[in-house]
Each structure stands twice: as structure tokens, then as C-alpha cells.
């Protein structure tokens, strides 16, 4: 594991010393461009991050690594809420909130949020611009490295501490303090330097408490000091411990929960095989009530002349000239029935332990299940897509991705049939709506087994 921690002028690299006891810097690079001037610009983003990257590889080994970054609370967004009962969840109000707080600028930003054991019901959320998200994943990616962590350095500093307690960054006179106060998340600067000291609040629902510079200068249980160095070194521990912290590499929404880590299972609810007497005794009073209703009509209209068939009516079929859809479009719309099967089962509401989808196959749990394929039509995609842009878009939803490829030919055309096994089973989702947005990929097979935690997808992809 590398660990790396990023500010708005620089990228550090931090790893185990020889002994794997310890960590140490092993590299440090400057931004040729601070991230904040550019956290709009997705090019300069990918720029300035690709470069440093390089420049460490040069002295520090970086693929086949995983790594833990670090992201400095300078170049995040922070918010503190209540839940209310207005909304029926706490992610329905974070999202509703940010929009009434930023703006539009909301629409540009990842958000994580927390709610510690105590204070109860105050939603703590950090948000970070997708741009710088989406870059740091992918160049991290590009060199070899697998992202588990893009943590908050907050969410660092505030695992453990006491409600009394503040988190502390020095650097000369100016200082930098965090902490969970008994009303939440609190986010505060004070610099001493010169002849007035002065304080900057960030966020939090209390008032700053009042500190001087001696009650700094003394050894203080209230105030834990920490240095980069030891920054790292917590989150190491906590890593090894699986202590609950913010993850941007997460999923986006409420991720910790009562101090515990807040796990959302997606499950089907098979069908119940007994019978339902409930339903037999509607089926039949409708049935009856549609016969009298349909006597009843027919009392109307007997004595009308157009019942009266004098005359021979000739009716003549005109049959549609239909033409026979080709291989292509038929394999399209079979990729199409296995992406809402997939889709059914991925957004259910009950446990799913297997699961087994192709063309002719829809088991769950080992049980067959009924589906109906004629109310589904295929939407027309002229845009085709290359595997390597494919993988791209794949590894930027999942970094942990593992795969293999094999030629083959499909209706005299060349062809590369991928498998993709996957970590967390909620990426398919993202993955299955990138393919359906091409018409040149198939989905051909999904499998998952929760004893085996494997869940595999099976596509076609032809070249154009």
C-alpha cells in the first residue's frame, strides 16, 4: 500500500520503511498550477496530476500498487445539517439542501456525509468537485495503482477524538483545528502572527471557543497535534483496523451512520409459490361483474340494423412489408432483454445469494424466473464505441476492475468478447447504462455468486 496525500500546491508519497514498521516520505512533488485556480478546467486537472504522478514514478515504484489518498480540506466543500422529517430519507435532504446552498454549482460536486454517535440526526457532509474526483482516479489508474481509499484529511483527524476535544495543524503561528463537537462538525483557523490574532470559522453550529496562544504552547489534552507525517500513519491504522471513515471512492451518499459504517444490500424478492386465495376471489367477481356488464350492451344494441348482415362486406389484408432484422440487431435486442433482466434484479428489494442471465436463462437464487420480453423495445444508437475507450470508461466507474479479452469474429467481423469480474456488485449498473449507448456492444451472460463473491459480465464488442 502507498499512501498519498494531496493539497491545493502539492502531491506526497508516503510508504513503508524496510522493517514495514514504520512510514516515510518517499517522494514530494509541486504543482506547476495550484488545483484550486483549475478545479473547473478538466484538462489543466488532468495535466497537472499526470505530470506529478510521472515525476514521483521516477523515484517511487507505482504499479501494481494500491493506494490510500489523502485530500486536504482546503479543496473540499463542507456543509452541516439537520435531518428533518420532511424527507424521506437523509440522502433526498442532503441532495435538496446543497442545491438551496450552492446553487448550481451543486451539480459539480461528490458528496460523502457522516452522522456520529453523538450529536444524533446532525448530518455531517464533505463534497468534492467531480472533475478532481474523476482525474485522480484516472491517472492513478493510468499508472498501474488501484485507489481504496480518497479519504478527507478530516475524516482522519476526527476518527476518535472526543466531543472536547480539537484536531491540530501548525504551521508558524497559524493554526488549523477540527473536531465533533457535542452540536457536530466544527472547521475553524486562527493565526496568531503579527500584533492582532484572528479567527476564521469554516463551519459549525457552535460558537468558536475562546483560545489563546499559551493554551497552544502547553501540553493539553484538548488540543492533539498532528503533522503530516502522523496524518499518514492514522490512517494506516485505521485502514488495518477498518475503522468507518468518508471514502470519495465510494459510493456518493450518507456513508456512516451511528458511528458505523451505513451498507446499503440491493436483494430480489423471489415469487411466492402459494397459492392465493386472495387473489382467486378478485379475479372471479371481476369476471362476473364483466359478464353483466357486457349482457347488459348487448340487451341494448339487438334490435339495431347493422346486425342485419344483407350484404357481403369484403375485407382486404393488407400485409406490412416488414424487413427481417439483421445479426447485429438481433443480438442488440437480446443484450437488451439481459440488461433489464440485469437491471431487475440489481434494483430489488431482497436478498440475492445467485444469480445466473443470458438470452434464454433467468435463474435467482436457483429458481427460474418469468419474464416478459415483449414489452421491451430496442432504443436505436448510431454512435459505436472502440474497446480501448471502453475500458477507459469502465475503469473510471470501477478502478478495482478485473478483466480478460479474446479475439473472435462476429457475422464475418472481427470481435473481442470481454469478461469483467467485479468488486462491487453497485458498478454494473453504471457500466450496463455506458453499453447500452453504443451499438456496437453486447451484452451477452451475467453470473454472480455471493459464496464465491465473484459477479462476472460477459460482452461482445465489434470493431468498426
Known sequence: MLYFLIDNTSLSVYNHTNNKQSLALADKVKFHIPLLKILNNSKKLNSVIARSLDEISEKVSLTNNRAS??????????????????????????????????????ANLYFVSEEKKSPKNVYHSVALHHFLREKIKLNFNNFGMNINYLVPLSSILTSGLKSSQFAVIKNGKKFTFFGNTRKGFMFFKANFSGPRKSFE????????????????????????????????????????SDVPLLNFAETNRAQIV???????????????????????????????????????????????????????????????????????????????????????????TDKVDSFIISEN????????????????????????????????????????????????????????????????NDNILEIISEIKSFNNMIVKKASFSKEKESLHLYITIIES
Open 69 to 106: 489518498i489523502i485530500i486536504d480540506d482546503m479543496l473540499l466543500s463542507h456543509s452541516v445539517i439537520i435531518k428533518s422529517k420532511k424527507y424521506k430519507t437523509i440522502d433526498e435532504q442532503l441532495k435538496k439542501e446543497s442545491n438551496l446552498k450552492w446553487g448550481n454549482v451543486a
Open 201 to 240: 470559522k469554516i463551519i459549525g453550529l457552535l460558537d468558536l471557543p475562546k483560545i489563546q496562544l499559551k493554551d497552544l504552547d502547553k501540553s493539553s489534552l484538548k488540543f492533539i497535534f498532528f503533522n503530516r507525517l502522523k496524518i499518514v500513519e492514522y490512517l494506516a491504522n485505521f485502514v488495518l
Open 258 to 348: 451511528g458511528g458505523k459504517n451505513n451498507s446499503i444490500l440491493k436483494t430480489f424478492r423471489p415469487p411466492n409459490n402459494s397459492f392465493d386465495y386472495t387473489n382467486l376471489i378478485k379475479n372471479i367477481s371481476s369476471g362476473i361483474i364483466s359478464l353483466l356488464f357486457l349482457t347488459l350492451i348487448i340487451s341494448f344494441f339487438y334490435d339495431y340494423e347493422f346486425l342485419d348482415m344483407d350484404e357481403e362486406v369484403s375485407v382486404r389484408l393488407d400485409k406490412e412489408n416488414l424487413e427481417p432484422l439483421s445479426t447485429r440487431d438481433l443480438a442488440l435486442n437480446s443484450s437488451l432483454e439481459i440488461i433489464k433482466k440485469i437491471e431487475i434484479v440489481m434494483n430489488s
Open 361 to 424: 436463462i433467468f435463474n435467482i437464487n436457483d429458481q427460474k424466473v418469468e419474464f416478459n420480453n415483449s414489452s421491451f423495445k430496442r432504443i436505436q444508437s448510431n454512435a459505436s464505441g472502440s474497446y480501448n475507450e471502453l475500458l477507459v470508461k469502465f475503469f473510471e466507474i470501477e478502478n478495482n476492475l478485473k478483466f480478460k479479452v479474446f479475439d473472435s469474429m462476429f457475422d464475418n467481423q472481427n470481435a473481442k468478447n470481454l469478461v469483467l469480474k467485479f468488486d462491487k
